[in-house]
């Protein structure tokens, strides 16, 4: 049992690339959601989605897109990567109750 | 929105308690939560309370809830170097709504 995993764990893109990032689960949870993480701001919600074939935005969705075609898989896509779009990406779980469960992270950044 | 503040930093000596405090705005929050992160890693969950309660222990974490003041603590007994890290204070209305409120996080730097 895995739990959340995430790839690449680093990576570094030019300013216009597009690139995915990569989120799986193994625990059957419902609940997926994408975060960042820049310093001094805690976690902001990209996009999160309830369920296979279901998504919606966050509070920071702009530049990235997401998809959710099965359970066990939430990619997150950056179509023209940009120097603000530089952070750690966290991908989350949960089931219909309390418990969020986190991945290890992908620290990008873009020159 | 919801609103979630914490302060920046903490240091504390080892072997002492540490209180890590956190505020929130939405009366409505259901669950409250502590998450710890070490460097380089992701966020582990730690503890949760609900909005019912006023408080919960666990083993050296005391989480006290003041629904009033929406004020949120954590108190860890006995701390230890391996406590360092940046703990997270997040808040969630919980049913249908999606949302985890973030608060900035607070660095607990253990000085043996």
């Known amino acids: 049992n895995a739990g959340v995993t995430q790839t690449p764990k680093f990576q570094v893109l030019k300013t216009g690339q597009s690139m995915t990032l990569q989120c799986a689960q193994d625990?059957?949870?419902?609940?997926m959601s994408w975060y960042r993480q820049d310093p001094g701001m805690g976690l902001r919600l990209i996009h999160y989605?309830?369920?296979?074939?279901?998504?919606d935005q966050g509070e920071v969705p702009n530049g990235y897109n997401v998809s959710r075609s099965t359970t066990e898989d939430f990619p997150l896509r950056l179509l023209s990567a940009a120097p603000s779009q530089t952070s750690v990406y966290f991908c989350?779980?949960?089931?219909?109750?309390?418990?969020?469960?986190f991945g290890p992270g992908t620290r990008l950044t873009v020159t | 929105g919801e609103d979630v503040e914490q302060s920046l930093f903490l240091s504390v000596r080892e072997g002492d308690s540490s209180v890590i405090n956190c505020t929130y705005t939405?009366?409505?929050?259901?669950?409250l939560y502590w998450y710890k992160q070490e460097p380089g890693a992701g966020l582990q969950l730690l503890t949760y309370?609900?909005?019912?309660?006023d408080m919960k222990q666990d083993q050296r974490l005391t989480v006290l809830l003041n629904k009033k003041d929406k004020h949120l603590s954590l108190r860890i007994a006995d701390t230890q170097t391996g406590d360092s890290a940046i703990y997270f204070c997040?808040?969630?209305?919980?049913?249908?709504?999606?949302?985890?409120?973030f608060g900035t996080g607070t660095k607990l730097q253990v000085i043996p």
């Open positions: 989350a779980t949960r089931t219909s109750g309390y418990e969020q469960y």
């Open positions: 625990m059957n949870h419902e609940y």
């Open positions: 989605s309830v369920g296979a074939g279901i998504t």
């Open positions: 939405d009366s409505s929050s259901t669950y």
């Open positions: 309370i609900f909005s019912n309660m």
């Open positions: 997040a808040a969630f209305l919980g049913g249908g709504y999606q949302k985890v409120t």
